[in-house]
């Protein structure tokens, strides 16, 4: 079993920036495509960003120069860097990442970009 803790969402103004963080219990982050998700309210979850393992990432368009996915083996960490955010943005965030037999979720993060 894998525990996933997302964390650094919160409220900013529209421009601004957050660093959204997703600590595992254990190793994971090598296996598959372990990435970012967003569900705003009245949507589906949508893909934010992928990261593979040999780092390669992947965004949606409606991030793409503007979000940044990263992660810290040592520290079992991955990281989403969001600048230049929009009102758009606003959605609950979670992390994704794969075990052997199945993927596992965090339990979201909130992220409210007023304008």
């Known amino acids: 079993q894998v525990q996933l803790v997302e964390s650094g969402g919160g409220l900013v103004q529209a421009g601004g920036s957050l660093r959204l963080s997703c600590a595992a219990s254990r190793s994971i982050f090598s296996i598959n495509d372990p990435g970012w998700y967003r569900q705003a309210p009245g949507k589906q979850r949508e893909l934010v960003a992928t990261i593979t393992r040999g780092g390669i990432t992947n965004y949606a368009d409606s991030v793409k120069g503007r979000f940044t996915i990263s992660r810290d083996y040592a520290k079992n960490t991955m990281y989403l860097q969001m600048n230049s955010l929009k009102p758009e943005d606003t959605a609950v965030y979670y992390c994704?990442?794969?075990?052997?037999?199945?993927?596992?979720w965090g339990q979201g993060t909130q992220v409210t970009v007023s304008s």
């Open positions: 994704k990442a794969y075990g052997s037999t199945r993927a596992y």
